[in-house]
């Protein structure tokens, strides 16, 4: 897995490539983490359109930095697959909570 940033005005975006797999989905909470510190108002993305696997620590990963409000984007068919699933987990998840 390779998380490079890209900063700009408006947004940090971290950009990943490979395997969201159990040692890189934790290396991803501790960079989303450290992004958040120094956004200053700008929106944190993380791209996962060069992603080619995600486990289940991965999606478990994703879904609670969904909860904290950051954005994901996917290209492929696969990402964009995977992030519909886990946006609907993560909405049902949220309508569980508020019953």
Same mark, same amino acid.
């Given at each position: 897995m390779k998380i490079s940033i890209i900063e700009s005005r408006s947004q940090c975006r971290l950009v990943l490539e490979g395997k969201l797999i159990a040692p890189w #989905? !934790?290396?991803? +909470? !501790?960079e989303c983490a450290k992004a958040q510190v120094e956004l200053q108002g700008r929106e944190l993305v993380v791209d996962m359109r060069n992603v080619t696997a995600v486990s289940q620590e991965g999606e478990n990963v994703v879904v609670e930095l969904m909860n904290e409000g950051i954005k994901f +984007? =996917? =290209? =492929?068919?696969f990402t964009r697959h995977v992030l519909k699933q886990l #946006? +609907?987990?993560k909405r049902r998840n949220g309508q569980e909570a508020t019953k």
């Open positions: #989905a !934790t290396e991803l +909470r !501790t +984007r =996917g =290209g =492929g068919v #946006a +609907r987990q």
